[in-house]
Structures are given as C-alpha cells and as structure tokens.
Nanobody
Framework: VQLQASGGGLVQAGGSLRLSCAASGLTFSRYAAGWFRQAPGKEREFVAGISRSGGMTYYADSVKGRFTISRDNAKNTVYLQMNSLKPEDTAVYYC???????????????????WGQGTLVTVSS
C-alpha cells in the first residue's frame, strides 16, 4: 500500500494550493481519508477528513471556510484545496487512509492504517 502526496510548495499569504494524495495497493473506496499537518516543533494535527463515498467531510476549526477536501474514487485520489492561505498554515501535510472511521471524532485522531510521506507547504507573509 502506498499513499503519495504531492502539490506542496511556496506560496504567498492569500494564495492557493491544491494537494493531491494518490493511493495504490488498496481498494480506495473502502477507506476513509484524512489530511493532517505538522509544523516544526509541533504535534501532528488534524486538518480535514472525508468519508468513503465523499458524502461526509470534516474540518478543523482553523481551516473551515478556506480548505476543501474531496476525493475521486475512480482515480484513487483525495484532494485538499487550500485557499486564503496564511503563514500559520506552513507545515508538512500528510494524507492518511483508514477503514474504520465512522464518527467525526474518529477522523481527528492520528490512528490511521496508512500514511503518505508528506508534502511541504510554505506560506510567506
């Protein structure tokens, strides 16, 4: 199983980026997915989660209204559209997949079956 995150980079405050996470080696439609981030010196934190079908989405308060998580099961890919980026959004972003997420609180923990390698997002002021 492999989760390959991509799309990170350097962007000015107020700008946008779209992260992608391509999954292989698993039946992706059977897995809930999430995005997390980890800034230097801080713990990994939940950013957004999406159910297997894409019908349910969850967000951290810090990104609500600015970030959108989506998925395309035909392409085995989950996305994170990030708008109105702020310097405090600077972090390594990780995607994750898990078969056992059912409630919102499930998505926010770091207990996921599989993790991607991370992609760096840097927002300059």
């Amino acid at each position: 199983v492999q989760l390959q995150a991509s799309g990170g980079g350097l962007v000015q405050a107020g700008g946008s980026l779209r992260l992608s996470c391509a999954a292989s080696g698993l039946t992706f439609s059977r897995y809930a997915a999430g995005w997390f981030r980890q800034a230097p010196g801080k713990e990994r934190e939940f950013v957004a989660g999406i159910s297997r079908s894409g019908g349910m989405t969850y967000y951290a308060d810090s990104v609500k209204g600015r970030f959108t998580i989506s998925r395309d099961n035909a392409k085995n890919t989950v996305y994170l559209q990030m708008n109105s980026l702020k310097p405090e959004d600077t972090a390594v972003y990780y995607c994750a997949a898990d078969r056992g997420k059912y409630s919102e609180s499930d998505y926010t923990t770091t207990q996921y079956n599989y993790w991607g390698q991370g992609t760096l997002v840097t927002v300059s002021s």
